[in-house]
């Protein structure tokens, strides 16, 4: 018996048509990692950042808020309460890994992220935005039953099944959202040194730099033309990520590119793990196939 094709054309195929749930498990699983990484270099601040004996008032938070509130912590203000909500997001990040009541755990995850980021907006990064997305996606899409912590307890190997694959749709279209987005404000921000050339010479001189020194102004010239290849390169990933015939470029393109800014940049290691992340939402089955051959030859798809 044929599957009757999805309605609505285009976007009926792009939206309704399915992927292998396998991927979304992939995606889970390295977003909850993501997660539970970023929450333990959150750890040590939580009293500074999150409870009421820190330097950030809460009533300065909830007025500075895009959402006038700041959710979970308002039921957890004291540095005592700030651990016990942090280790219980913990434990939903270990629920969401494991596959157990995932969209349970999901949903708690995402308000996580929601809630300290309008505690603590001081202190938000570039990778805390792209979780947040992230959180919200992995929420709202399938989760499967393949790769859970249930189905290996039961000793049962389940063959995936084939899910609606709108939600890895709209992960891909919002990877390709934030490298464009961020190429457009580097090049629209009143902040010049973009247009001109003269990021990378500032940057290397300032202390955000691991190695700064003089020699970046001795190679300014050079570094000029890294500024606007920079450029290009942010632009040209989302592309070839999308593009199937040339999403391993895309992927490997992006590693240097991101493995790259880590060299050279302190305490930004934690943008690389997450854009990788990120880029597991570009899977097919087949890929997984070919990693699970190479990783566990042994193992067979069933007929």
């Not at 396998?22 to 750890?43: D, E, H, K, P, T």
């Not at 603590?120 to 899409?141: E, N, Q």
């Amino acid at each position: 018996m044929t599957r009757a094709a999805p309605p609505f054309g285009f976007l009926g195929r792009l939206f309704l048509g399915t992927e292998d749930e396998r991927v979304y498990a992939a995606v889970r699983i390295g977003f909850s990692i993501a997660s539970l990484i970023n929450l333990v270099l959150l750890w040590p601040l939580r009293e500074t950042l999150f409870s009421t004996a820190g330097t950030l008032d809460l009533e300065a938070a909830v007025e500075h808020s895009e959402m006038a509130t700041v959710l979970l912590f308002h039921g957890f203000q004291t540095p005592g309460g700030v651990t016990l909500l942090m280790g219980l997001a913990a434990v939903a990040m270990l629920l969401l890994l494991a596959g157990i009541l995932p969209r349970l755990a999901a949903a708690a995850v995402f308000l996580w992220h929601l809630s300290f980021i309008e505690r603590a907006p001081v202190a938000l990064t570039g990778w805390d935005l792209v979780l947040r997305c992230f959180a919200f996606l992995v929420l709202v899409s399938p989760m499967g039953r393949c790769w859970t912590l249930p189905a290996w307890w039961r000793g049962s190997l389940l063959e995936p099944t084939q899910v609606a694959r709108y939600g890895l749709v709209l992960m891909r279209l919002q990877v390709v959202v934030i490298y464009f987005q961020t190429v457009v404000s580097k090049v629209t921000n009143i902040n010049p040194y973009w247009r001109n050339g003269e990021f990378l010479p500032y940057f290397l001189l300032s202390h955000f730099a691991r190695w700064p020194g003089a020699w970046a102004a001795e190679h300014a010239d050079i570094l000029r033309l890294g500024t606007y290849l920079a450029l290009a390169i942010e632009a040209a990933i989302p592309i070839l990520l999308f593009v199937r015939r040339t999403r391993y470029w895309g992927a490997l393109l992006g590693l240097l590119f991101h493995g790259l800014i880590c060299l050279v940049s302190r305490n930004i290691e934690p943008f690389l793990i997450v854009m990788l992340m990120s880029y597991l939402a570009f899977l097919t089955g087949r890929d997984v196939d070919r990693v699970q051959k190479h990783l566990c030859p042994g193992v067979q798809r069933q007929a």
